[in-house]
């Protein structure tokens, strides 16, 4: 059975509730989820999944230093991840905090991997934003999210 890893760094707690809740999604879509905090999670450990979320508050525009360590560690098994399923998730203190920008400096990563992105014509195009703590949107957002790459990925993996 496919198997996506969803990987993030939180300092308040606001970016965990969304790696949950984009998990919830995954599993109702019918494949198997880990979650995992950054710090928990080794370049070696991209390599066991078909599926790769993964999710960090804004700072200075980009995604944390955190986050940034595990993709610059992944270098060396650089062609290893490409046709996995890729996807990326943000939170920021405000309106125009960086979202954005911060979700295209992950899936820049993604993309020189090799991995496959699936934007959403509906709601978040580039990936799950939130302002401050995950509200009713952003929660829905998040389930659609992880049923959306569970799709994916059952069709990529077989």
């Known amino acids: 059975m496919p198997k996506v890893l ?3 760094y939180s300092r308040t707690g606001n970016t965990e509730k969304m790696a949950n809740l ?6 109702a879509g019918g494949v198997d989820v880990d979650v995992k905090r950054v710090e928990q999670t080794t370049p070696e450990d991209l390599l066991n999944y078909d599926g790769i979320v993964a999710g960090s508050p804004t700072y200075y525009g980009s ?3 955190e986050l940034k360590k595990l993709f610059d560690e992944s270098v060396r ?3 290893r991840l490409d046709g996995k399923v890729g ?7 405000n309106i125009g905090g960086g979202n954005e920008t ?3 400096d992950i899936l820049n990563a993604m993309l020189i991997h090799g991995m496959i992105i699936q934007g959403d014509p509906q709601g978040d195009h580039y990936g799950r934003v939130s302002i401050n703590a995950p509200d009713q949107r952003v929660e829905s957002q998040c389930r659609r999210m ?6 994916l990925v059952k069709k990529v993996a077989g």
Request: no cysteine; proline share 0%.
């Open 87 to 93: 996807a990326a998730f943000s939170s920021a203190a």
């Open 6 to 8: 969803v990987v993030y």
């Open 102 to 104: 911060t979700i295209l």
């Open 77 to 79: 098994y650089h062609g």
């Open 22 to 27: 984009i998990a919830e999604g995954i599993k």
């Open 63 to 65: 995604m944390a230093w």
């Open 146 to 151: 992880g049923q959306r790459i569970a799709e």
